[in-house]
């Protein structure tokens, strides 16, 4: 099992940046790919970004692509998105994610989730 917890939400105003954290505990996560998935009043939940168990490959969603950053720290079995440029369009619930690193990081078949974060972009 692992078990996911996310911070760093909150309010920013359009332009403004944010960084959410994902702490993870029960096991090592250099063998599973995370992901960042967000989900906003009345909308789908959508997968933002992605990354592989060793980091080297990345995905993100089209309309976040040159605005967000995922990275890891396997070290602190820690997940990260920075988020710039942020738009009112972003405000969204924000999930942590993880999965078993298969090769496939884009995908909505993430097996754990964390209890989310929001972030709430003001125009």
């Known amino acids: 099992q692992v078990q996911l917890v996310e911070s760093g939400g909150g309010l920013v105003q359009a332009g403004g940046s944010l960084r959410v954290s994902c702490a993870a505990s029960?096991?090592?996560?250099?063998?599973?790919?995370m992901g960042w998935f967000r989900q906003a009043p009345g909308k789908e939940r959508e997968l933002v970004a992605a990354?592989?168990?060793?980091?080297?490959?990345?995905y993100y969603k089209d309309s976040v692509k040159g605005r967000f950053t995922m990275s890891r720290d396997n070290a602190k079995n820690t997940v990260y998105l920075q988020m710039n440029s942020l738009e009112p369009e972003d405000t969204a619930v924000y999930y942590c994610?993880?999965?078993?690193?298969?090769?496939?990081?884009?995908?909505?078949?993430?097996?754990?989730w964390g209890q989310g974060t929001q972030v709430t972009v003001s125009s």
């Open positions: 994610t993880a999965r078993v690193d298969n090769g496939i990081i884009a995908t909505s078949t993430y097996t754990y």
């Open positions: 990354i592989t168990g060793n980091g080297r490959r990345t």
């Open positions: 029960g096991r090592s996560l250099i063998t599973y790919a």
